[in-house]
């Protein structure tokens, strides 16, 4: 089944202990990107990647990295979380950010992460 | 940056009726892409309509795009009660503005009561 999958779907820490979100693709996209959702914000994109080794910043980028060493797999890094950072994390993917005339992007079922 | 912003935020309606949203956004784009998320779930893409279209159809789903007046609006006929959900528009910028982000509107809350 063509899917998108992020682990953990939930997740309490603390502060400043780092933390990784995965996202994995089984659809051989080119482009993957990270949301994050808060109430009455939307979603806000924090990264994309056009394909392998290639990432650059969304609107939110502060506090978090991020790395694409292989196709499917993009996760979400944060080095020292804060309590700011709880959110609902999505990672979405789509066949091609060059042509997104052409091609959707398919989400995963989301991270509840909260930073006590 | 740009920003998708949906009107309303809330609209609740009864069975049968049509549900008419609405997204504005502020520069130039490529394609305009409408999303469904229900209850804090994943969000599942509806409906893509390019600049250069200004209606699109997709079963019970009519799309129109006006980019002179930098909107769009999501038509969802003879709603049902299993089309509640939130709606979000997202954007893009135009195919070699050099960015490749998306914008996400703040979303439409739309409850179909039986």
Not at chain 1, 3 to 13: A, G
Not at chain 2, 63 to 78: G, R
């Amino acid at each position: 089944e063509a899917q998108v999958t992020q682990n953990p779907r939930y997740l309490i820490t603390v502060t400043g202990k780092k933390l990784t979100v995965t996202c994995s693709q089984n659809m051989n996209h080119e482009y993957m990107s990270w949301y994050r959702q808060d109430p009455g914000l939307g979603l806000r994109q924090i990264y994309y990647s056009m394909n392998v080794e290639v990432t650059d910043k969304g609107d939110v980028p502060e506090g978090y990295k991020v790395s694409r060493k292989e196709k499917r797999n993009f996760p979400l890094i944060l080095e020292s979380p804060s309590p700011n950072q709880t959110s609902l994390y999505f990672c979405a993917s789509s066949l091609s950010g060059f042509r997104r005339d052409l091609y959707e992007q398919y989400f995963g079922p989301g991270t509840r992460l909260t930073v006590t | 940056s740009q920003q998708g912003e949906e009107d309303p935020q809330a609209l609740s309606i009864q069975e049968g009726e049509n549900a008419t949203m609405n997204c504005s956004y502020k520069t130039s784009i490529n394609n305009l892409q409408w999303y469904r998320q229900n209850s804090g779930r994943g969000l599942v893409h509806l409906i893509l309509i390019r600049s250069n279209e200004r209606e699109k159809h997709s079963g019970r789903l009519r799309v129109t795009l006006d980019t002179s007046k930098k909107s769009s609006s999501l038509l969802i006929t003879a709603s049902r009660a299993a089309d509640t959900a939130s709606y979000f528009c997202a954007t893009d910028g135009p195919l070699n503005s050099g960015t490749y982000k998306y914008i996400f509107g703040t979303g439409t809350r739309l409850k179909v009561l039986a």
